[in-house]
């Protein structure tokens, strides 16, 4: 069987996630083991509470990131086009889907180009781990980066989306190597993250010297790549253990923080409130992604973005208000308390 063009696939991608169909089941993201402490008595106004922080060198309103969907396709121009304009709006920052299909079909380039609606944010361009390996280098980076005026890059490694996908890239080997030579040399800010399966904190020893400036670990919990995979592959899932394998996202935030102190993080997969945003900054994360979230809105307008961000960036104030924690350092500096088990 012929396998798809890259644009049929992002077109079954954005159904089957608009869906819902492609969440895991069985595995969560570890946020709802702990609470924040409480603080009846905090010592300070909701009006007070200053979310503002500095990423990768950009000033955020709040250390929310759009996370990485698309482009390439029919519907995603339009879909980043309402996304950056959220994220203009709110002072957020953006990360850009896939920009393969660009480099490979450059009459696909203007669904990514974003920077008219959104010329201050911090905008994350975005290519795979496994194209380096294939013949992909610095020159690709750069080009990627460059011609929709993005800030920085991320990379996204998917060894599991890939093994299941029709057609997926397979040769990850040597593909550490090929990042220490690449990455250096890009000239900007590159970023690691993975697709929903999670970073561990082996992954995170053998990234350490390789140069990323931060790493998102793009948890398990929220949205499943390989089930999403499965879905547009077959229209079921057959591979019921390998769809709901991956690292819950709080724990891969724990596990990477831990063996990188210093590394700024993000917290990605399956943060669905601004409560999970809290912990997750809490935990040892600099600023959170949030992806399948916003499809929906993001088809429709950029107030219905602005709509679904500012009920996260709400709930984020007011769970940093009953902390009693003015600001994010006051955040970091809270500790999150694991629930008993039942
Ligand atoms: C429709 C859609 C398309 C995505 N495309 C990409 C992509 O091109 N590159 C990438 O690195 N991640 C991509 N992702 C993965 C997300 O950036 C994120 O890591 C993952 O969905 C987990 O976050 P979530 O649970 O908030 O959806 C995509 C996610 C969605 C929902």
Redesign the pocket.
């Known amino acids: 069987m012929r396998a798809p063009s890259i644009s049929e696939r992002k077109r079954k ?2 159904e089957v ?1 608009l869906s819902g169909a492609a969440a895991y089941a069985t595995r969560t993201t570890w946020f709802e083991r702990y609470d924040l402490p409480y603080t009846a008595l905090p010592e300070l106004d909701l009006a007070d509470v200053d979310t503002r922080t500095v990423f990768l060198g950009k000033p955020l309103a709040a250390p929310v990131l759009i ?4 482009g390439g396709t029919e519907h995603a121009g339009l879909i980043n086009r309402h996304l950056a304009e959220a994220a203009q709006r709110l002072g957020l920052g953006m ?1 850009l ?2 920009q393969r299909a660009m480099l490979e079909r450059p009459e696909t380039r203007p669904s990514f180009l974003v920077r008219a609606v959104a010329p201050d944010v911090l905008l994350i361009g ?1 290519l795979g781990v496994a194209q380096l390996v294939r013949g992909y280098g610095v020159e690709e980076l750069v080009e990627a980066r460059t011609s929709v005026g993005a800030d920085a890059m ?1 990379l ?1 490694t998917n060894p599991l989306q890939e093994a299941l996908q029709s057609g997926g890239d397979e040769a990850f080997a040597g593909v550490i190597e090929r990042l220490r030579e690449v990455v250096p040399a890009v000239g900007a800010p590159v970023l690691l ?4 399966h999670g970073l561990s904190a082996a992954l995170a020893r053998a990234v350490a010297d390789v140069g990323f400036a931060a790493l998102d670990v ?1 948890g398990a919990g ?2 499943s ?1 390989a089930k999403v995979e499965d879905l547009v592959r077959y229209g079921e899932v057959r591979h019921a253990d390998l769809v709901e394998w991956g690292i819950p996202t709080a724990s891969a935030l724990q596990q990477v923080r831990e063996v990188l102190p210093d590394m700024p993080l993000v917290a ?4 669905r409130s601004g409560v999970d945003a809290a912990k997750a900054l809490a935990l040892g994360a600099q600023v959170v992604a ?4 916003l ?1 929906a809105s993001a088809l429709e307008s950029a107030d219905a973005v602005v709509d679904v961000l500012a009920r996260y960036l709400r709930e984020l104030r007011v769970a940093m208000f009953c902390c009693g924690a003015r600001d994010l350092s006051a955040l970091a500096e809270v500790t999150p308390s694991l629930r008993p088990r039942a």
């Open positions: 991608h954005l996630c996370g990485a969907m698309t990360m889907g896939s975005n991320a996204h993250k993975e697709v929903g793009a929220g949205t790549w990605s997969g399956g943060v949030i992806a399948q979230p499809l």
